[in-house]
């Protein structure tokens, strides 16, 4: 079962960085040595085509044993505002699961970008 209604905020064109728990069946923190895949994607809407997308090494490091850590950079949400829907998922030994899933806030800046 996935952790539902993961809660994010950041601010638009800044960077920011948030943890993602992932935990197995039995509610135990996830070994995510063999994973041969992990994703994180954030849209307006499930269904439509992601505005932010991270991967394993391009925006998403294992941190510990069941902890990821996504970085976004500016790029990532420059142009966004407003509620979007997120969800990460995790390929280990050919098996996909949805490890979390919920909201992401995205407050518009008031500086713009240099």
Known sequence: MPEQNQRIEIVAGNDAAFRVVVRDKNGNLQ??????????????????TPLISKTLLDGITVLDTGILGVELIPSDSIGLSGSYEHEAVVVIAGKRTTVTTGYLFVKPTL????
């Open 31 to 48: 070994n995510l040595a063999g994973a041969t895949e992990i994703t994180w994607v954030a849209a307006r809407r499930a269904g439509d």
């Open 111 to 114: 500086v713009p970008a240099a």
